[in-house]
């Protein structure tokens, strides 16, 4: 099969003999090929190697193919995934019990080599065909770049990631000067030439992470992630001058283009309102000569206070604050006081909040963090687990472990948390860490699959402290761990469910505080890595 792009399959199957002889056929096909022996690193390496096929085995130990295949499946990350049982089970009944788990194709053990060449480039021909039609869909055929309906994608997803994460955002919205009058004196032949150099100018002179579109006609857009207003004006003005000086020859003439740039950066969630300021920055440069750059914030920026009304100015915003923040405080007391009377027949839920948060802000200390970080954090800590209101008593107090079905119902109390505090319009900033503090380091936790330094730091703070103090509780499946072995089992997933950093800083706030944390003599044998939703540890809830 031709195909430039180097494929990766991964295998799993416990079988060191089936391991060596697909590593040999597969080899030879000119795949690279990543072996693994058990379900647990099978499921950790799709999501983090993302390959292009998994051969998956039947017949593993502690959780079969047919599990693993469909918590693969459910993963945000690893749903698209084609997988390819191979199997000494090769009754009708097997095959159809594994297409119906989620598969595409199933192969008999022990396997012929060509009949495995033929099933696996099958399924990887299907792969190369939907990317091509993929690309197609998303590409503006004139100048390679992408194309409106791909910058629309893009833009949801950027602004979702700009939310989540608290990075910035910036949007440039280009138009080429007198377009109309190019097409008009030399052709249209001359302005599709016009328009594919300047997409190829626009492609090489802007960041990789930008996205660079043709928006419609002579108007192009760059989306533009984790770049500040004063990055992306830098940009522009490159752009602009490479633009104002390059010469297109036609015939015995040479004419010269001029763009329009408007740039405007985000500060709300509504997509739709970021395109709408780019394009009156845009209309702003056109009105004021073009060939220039315009940003929205810059023409729409609210002039300070003169000097003599300074003094009433500063007064009347700090008593402002301060009545923020005392309306916050009265929010946060409702709703506190609403959830303790919910959980009054369970003390662990009642006290958690309160718990999670000395063990979060004692991290933070260490941590070193800002101070506005520090009181976001324990806002957070309080009401991380509001979303759990809308879950049953017959889910929340279960005492053994949960079903599929419990645990995606578990799973959306992030997200609840943060539906039911956000109209409140006073905890934005906190809801990012709401949302966050069940993503794990290694990108397997949930809503969002967010790895590493994606997740913001207070989340990924009030991860550990969440699980510790879950894991040296009595719950009504299991028995408390003692501080030092839920300690040791934390410590022992660093760099896998917990930021290495945040574990670290942990272990010297326990040495300094453990003498007046709340004391915990029991020394249970809750296993942390097998208490999970979703491959979050600390609590099945």
């Known amino acids: 099969m031709k195909d430039c792009k180097t494929r990766k399959i991964l295998v799993i199957d416990d079988s060191q003999t089936d391991l060596f002889l697909l590593q040999k056929h597969l080899g030879k096909m000119g795949y690279n090929v990543l072996l693994v022996d058990n379900a647990h690193d099978g499921i950790n390496a799709a999501a983090d190697e993302r390959p292009d096929i ?32 191979i199997s000494a089970n090769d009754q009708p009944c097997d095959k159809a019990a594994g297409i119906n788990a989620g598969a595409v194709d199933y192969i008999a053990k022990p396997f012929d080599p060509g009949e495995l060449r033929a099933r696996v480039e099958s399924v990887m021909r299907t792969i190369v065909l939907e990317e091509k039609i993929l690309l197609l869909a998303h590409t503006d055929e004139l100048t390679n770049l992408a194309n409106r309906r791909r910058f629309f994608d893009m833009l949801e997803r950027e602004m979702f990631l700009a939310r989540i994460k608290g990075n910035s955002l910036t949007l440039m919205m280009l138009d080429i000067d007198h377009f109309k009058k190019v097409n008009d004196t030399y052709g249209h032949l001359t302005g599709d030439r016009v328009l594919r150099q300047i997409g190829k100018i626009l492609k090489e002179n802007t960041y990789p992470l930008d996205v660079v579109s043709r928006y ?18 830098k940009a522009a003005e490159k752009i602009r001058r490479i633009i104002d000086e390059c010469h297109w020859d036609i015939g015995e003439n040479s004419i010269s283009i001029s763009i329009s740039i408007g740039i405007a950066s985000i500060d709300s969630h509504d997509s739709l309102e970021l395109i709408k300021r780019a394009d009156n920055a845009l209309y702003m440069a056109k009105k ?67 718990n999670t948060r000395a063990f979060a802000i004692a991290i933070a200390d260490e941590m070193g963090v ?45 997200i609840a948390g943060v539906e039911i505090l956000e109209p409140i319009g006073l905890f934005n900033q906190e809801l990012p860490i709401i949302r966050q503090h069940h993503e794990r380091f290694d990108g397997n936790g949930y809503p969002d699959g967010l790895k590493g330094k994606e997740i913001v730091i207070g989340a ?35 760099g896998l469910q917990f930021d290495p950093e945040v574990v670290e800083a942990f272990q010297v706030a326990y040495e ?30």
Not at 290 to 317: S, T
Not at 527 to 541: C, K, M
């Open 54 to 85: 998994i051969l998956l085995d039947v017949m593993l130990p502690e959780i079969d193919g047919l599990e693993v295949c469909r918590r693969l499946k459910a993963g945000s990350v690893t749903s698209a995934i084609p997988i390819i049982f």
């Open 216 to 233: 419609g006609g002579e108007e192009f857009v760059i989306l533009m992630p984790e770049t500040t207003h004063s990055k992306a004006v």
């Open 288 to 354: 004021q000569g073009r060939n220039r750059i315009v940003c929205w914030e810059d023409a729409h920026l609210v002039k300070k206070p003169e000097k003599m009304f300074a003094g009433e100015y500063f007064e009347l915003q700090a008593k402002i604050s301060s009545l923020s923040k005392q309306i916050q405080s009265q929010v946060i007391e409702v709703v506190s006081a609403f959830m303790k009377t919910i959980a009054s027949k369970d003390q662990y839920t009642a006290d958690h909040g309160k």
């Open 370 to 414: 800002s101070q506005e970080l520090r009181e976001k954090l324990e806002v957070a800590a309080l009401l991380h687990d509001i979303g759990k209101i809308g879950i049953s008593d017959s889910i929340l107090y279960k005492a053994e472990p949960l079903g599929d079905c419990d645990r995606q119902i578990i799973e959306q109390h992030t």
């Open 460 to 494: 990924r703070i009030l991860a550990v402290a969440d699980v510790f103090d879950a894991m040296t509780t009595d719950r009504p499946y299991r028995m408390a761990k003692s501080h030092e072995t839920a300690l040791q089992e934390i410590i022992d997933c660093a």
């Open 512 to 541: 300094k505080n453990k003498d007046i944390w709340p004391s915990d003599d029991s020394d249970s044998q809750f296993d942390l890595i097998t208490e999970t939703v979703g491959f979050n540890a600390g609590s099945q809830y």
